[in-house]
């Protein structure tokens, strides 16, 4: 069983510490924001199907 189940911590700390780390040129939004927009974006296309 330790040997199938291994390697599975190891090779997911590489993405952990690849997506924890902190770019200076990343585009930086408010989750409040993309929430909004996501809505947005279902009502017009709510109102393009309706027409």
């Keep these: 069983m330790s040997g199938s189940d291994s390697g599975g911590l190891m090779s997911s700390a590489g993405l952990v510490r690849y997506f924890d780390a902190e ?7 408010d989750p ?4 909004a927009a996501g809505m947005l974006f279902g009502v017009v296309v709510l109102v393009l199907r309706a027409l």
């Design 23 to 29: 770019d200076r040129n990343a585009i930086r939004l």
């Design 32 to 35: 409040r924001t993309v929430v």
